[in-house]
DNA sequence: CGTAGTGTTGACCAAATTCAATATCTGTGG
DNA sequence: CCACAGATATTGAATTTGGTCAACACTACG
């Protein structure tokens, strides 16, 4: 078993509010089944029902939807640290395949074993919110990315975005990332076909904006980039922080 | 002060679980301060934090995003009976703003009840964190509406969709309903301009699927709308209620 | 090697936008 | 009750964006 302060899990919860000994234990617990899982494995399937949750300790994954017509939407990537499956728990509907994209490792969380834990620790309940709730905020400026911006401020908005998250659990800078993803992933996600992608990332390696190639993507301009493409991290920003504290000291914690 | 019977919220939480007296006094609670609205008014501002929650007991709002070039991204619509900026208040940031679109009712909710009132009663948690999971159902499948579908597709996913959801609270059915968007909505909401929604709606009504017109939304052919749409109600269904009864029951295994 | 997946590019096409002009509706004040 | 203003809806023509089809290059890996 890992260290609990190296749970990525562990980390991002702590990111939000202190844990207690007693809440480390209990996220430690979720921990128990760690196991690997091989690239391009789907651990929840649109339609179907499996009853478990996950936590991504390593590797990288996605959320999509088929459409009867073949078509797939990407709503979400996934990296280390990311609850996956939540909504599915709760609503015990699967309405998307959450897949994995590099070989990974995760942690699988049997849902009786979940419900109990949250039902007897609201403090932990509120933290799990909490990270929905920014779940939520990404997949709505992702919706705003694709409704009313063309296809290179998508493009650049979403390499941005996917950098801000990455550096919070050190995996990049402001320099660039290492990204595994391929350009039919990126056409998905952003709702562009993968020629099209091909010519977009073209255009902004032309413009010395950024380059991604060899599964790495260079911020040759950071500033500029983020300019052209109206980047705001501030949804993504744990200023949160203290946003639970406050929280904390106005409700008497239980 | 209206019968607890009566309360859109307390209608659509029972929906989820069955409710305790003490559960349905603290919702009641909830709408203290019931006050009308005028049309076009902003409730929640981008970027702002007024630190409030609201309910929706009557009339039509919006949840939108001003991009700095100026365009707007309609991000949901809202109804009798949904709760606004629930992510606001545990986020503690606004990323988007509310407005009513019609004169309308709201409860607004000091957010420090809120907090006190969840931090007691992990049960409605429970059913708070379910309606918002409900809320990012709606949000994906919005995503993958915009990013997959072409705009007539769009447009029918769209206005079934919402047909699906009024018909829940009592306000259409299978004919159709009063709908109060103008074209620009629409053209907002499903990332098009208002011209084109133009173009898409009569090319509906022209090969004889619906009909919007004058405020009104009528299908004339529901089903070959719904086919044609791809339209699957199930991320909709309040079939949740067996949902979290029978999670309590299954459970290890894969 | 050879194959499958991925990336790259060009020529052509379709969908949606832009610009512009009118029409219709709705509420308001005279 | 009518005239008017502002918002909303409708339509056409020209343009842009992104998609489709097709060919080929590069790379990794058995």
Redesign the pocket.
């Known amino acids: 078993m890992t260290a609990i302060e190296t749970l990525p899990l562990a980390r991002k919860l702590g990111a939000y509010m202190a844990l207690s000994q007693a809440e480390r234990t209990l996220i430690s617990d979720l921990h128990q089944s760690c196991k690997p899982v091989a690239a391009g494995r789907r651990l929840v399937d649109q339609g179907q029902s499996n009853h478990l949750a996950y936590i991504l300790s390593a590797g990288w994954a996605c959320s999509y939807k088929i459409l009867p017509n073949g078509a797939r939407q990407i709503v979400d990537f996934h990296i280390p640290g990311d609850f996956l499956g939540l909504r599915h728990v709760l609503l015990h509907t699967s309405d998307h395949t959450i897949e994995s994209i590099t070989d990974s490792e995760v942690a699988d969380v049997p849902v009786k074993e979940l419900l109990e834990i949250l039902s007897r620790n609201p403090r932990l309940v509120t933290a799990v919110l909490w990270a929905a709730s920014r779940d939520e905020a990404m997949v709505v400026e992702h919706l705003v990315n694709i409704g009313r911006r063309?296809?290179?401020g998508r493009m650049a908005h979403f390499l941005l975005e996917l950098g801000s998250r990455l550096k919070l659990v050190g995996l990049g800078d402001k320099q660039g990332y290492v990204c595994p993803l391929?350009?039919?992933h990126l056409a998905d996600a952003l709702?562009?076909?993968?020629?099209?992608v091909?010519?977009?990332?073209?255009q902004l390696r032309e413009n010395g904006l950024l380059t991604f190639?060899?599964g790495v993507v260079t911020f040759d301009d950071y500033h500029a980039l983020s300019t052209m493409a109206d980047f705001d991290p501030t949804y993504l920003d744990q200023a949160g922080t203290t946003s639970i504290v406050t929280m904390r000291n106005r409700c008497p914690a239980q």
Do not use: E, K, M
């Open positions: 063309s296809a290179v391929t350009q039919y709702g562009l076909t993968a020629v099209h091909n010519r977009v990332l073209r190639r060899h």
